[in-house]
């Protein structure tokens, strides 16, 4: 203000007269102009200075402001294959907020699902899963992150929401190493959790109990003595085939081989011709639909091999009854066995089984394997919202970790220290008429901690 002040005593203002004389008028002009640009300059000052007492004035805490929201986000792959399972999987999280009134303890819930898939895999894409974990992390609305169904996504995302101390529940993760120590890489689930605190926590049985189960059903049910065991060369597939392979060497099954395919050959003629030279009573594969367990069927069957095969719950879905064909999962070309984290759909009872017929009176379907374990994270998710004393990450965090005898549409339940679900109960599944049919369960509901 003063630099203006001095820049109008230097102007060379002029009048002219009546007469047509110019004088020269600087000072009185100056003098006009300083007393102007001073009244500016307190009308300036007043307004700057209301405009401080305004910024000072106290900042309401989000649990005080008038329309408080939070915001739940899920990370699933919705491109490919995978879409109609993980679109129910969406469905489910929905119903469980509605039921709400999307309302907790005052707070309007807000939701969005994100597609941690590419078009160009067709599949989950690690680059996307990290994006979208940044974008969560970045939203300071966000309190809880609904994800991933890819336990080889998870490995992405869960490190980057740990270190920013947003809480992660999973309704298909299933890699023992994410979340038990000495059943993984030598350095998981450490590495998962920089914070040093456990921030990751899943609706859904881990393949430690999985890959046990469809073992035993091999040995006892198939009367399996040798296996050939497949995977896919991911975190899961891998995984769960070698929980099957250490279970089928301690109970007395022979392996006959142990190999991991190309999941986009096109093709496994050659693979079909070992596996038949080596004669084993079960083929066994641990992968997913997405990763190519339809076409191994195929080619097994188009190669002549009339034998069991059996995988996990990774191809527990319509779409891969869809791409293997009637023909190739008949009980006359050997038949297909699925295991399953849990019961089908149909089979649930209680709230479980409430569920159900909600979805299908809203959707107009019974809902896909994992839909329920959408509905379950959410739910428990609500509830741990609803129970924290304050609205924070933090605060949900240890309200997650806290939750004990859940009573959900799984049962009754509880996380253990390590973040995973107490629930046990496993099923054995086949495929009949094109469609997958409930052959018994396996395992059993652990004592709550």
């Keep these: 203000m003063d630099e203006l002040l001095g820049q109008t005593e230097d102007t060379d203002f002029v009048v002219t007269g009546l007469d047509g004389s110019r004088t020269r008028a600087d000072r009185f002009v100056s003098l006009s102009f300083r007393v102007m640009i001073r009244r500016t300059a307190s009308i300036v000052a007043a307004l700057t200075g209301a405009a401080f007492l305004l910024a000072a004035a106290p900042v309401f805490a989000v649990q005080d402001a008038p329309n408080k929201k939070l915001k739940i986000v899920s990370s699933l792959p919705q491109t ?22 999307a309302m907790v303890d005052g707070f309007k819930i807000e939701f969005e699902a994100m597609d941690d898939a590419s078009p160009q895999k067709g599949n989950w894409d690690g680059q996307i899963e990290s994006a979208n974990a940044k974008r969560a992390i970045a939203d300071p609305a966000v309190v809880g992150y609904i994800g991933t169904y890819n336990s080889g996504a998870a490995k992405i995302s869960m490190p980057l929401l740990n270190k920013a101390g947003l809480v992660m529940v999973s309704p298909g993760n299933t890699a023992a190493g994410l979340t038990k120590p000495g059943l993984g890489e030598p350095n998981e689930p450490a590495v998962y959790r920089p914070s040093g605190k456990v921030s990751y926590f899943r609706v859904v049985p881990a393949d430690d109990i999985q890959g046990a189960v469809a073992c035993e059903f091999c040995r006892n049910d198939l009367k399996a003595t040798k296996v050939f065991i497949l995977h ?90 869809e791409a293997a064909g009637k023909d190739s999962v008949t009980k006359e070309q050997g038949g297909v066995y699925i295991t399953f984290g849990g019961v089908p759909s149909e089979m649930l009872t209680g709230i479980g089984a409430k569920f159900v017929k909600s979805y299908q009176a809203k959707y107009g379907e019974i809902p896909e394997a994992y839909a329920v374990y959408g509905y379950e994270a959410g739910c ?60 018994r369960t396996a395992g059993g509901a652990a004592k709550a901690k």
Excluded: C, H
């Design 80 to 101: 490919g294959s995978a879409n109609a399972q993980t679109t129910s999987i969406v469905n489910g999280i929905k119903m469980a907020i509605e039921e709400r009134g």
């Design 232 to 321: 896919d060369r991911e975190l899961y597939g891998k995984g769960i085939a070698d929980v099957f392979k250490k279970t089928a060497e301690s109970t007395g099954v022979e392996v006959v081989g142990f190999e991991g395919i190309d999941a986009k050959a096109s093709n496994y003629r050659s693979l079909v011709t070992k596996i038949r030279a080596a004669a084993p009573d079960v083929v066994f594969f641990g992968g997913t639909t997405q990763t190519n367990a339809a076409q191994v069927l195929k080619d097994l069957r188009a190669g002549g091999a009339k034998i069991p095969f059996v995988s996990p719950d990774g191809t527990f879905e319509k779409a891969f009854i």
């Design 380 to 439: 428990v998710l609500l509830d741990a919202i609803d129970r924290a004393e304050t609205k924070d990450r933090a605060a949900i965090i240890a309200a997650v970790a806290a939750t004990k005898d859940f009573n959900g549409a799984l049962g009754t339940w509880s996380f253990d220290e390590n973040g995973d679900t107490s629930i046990r109960t496993m099923s054995i599944n086949t495929i009949e008429d094109g469609a997958f049919k409930f052959v």
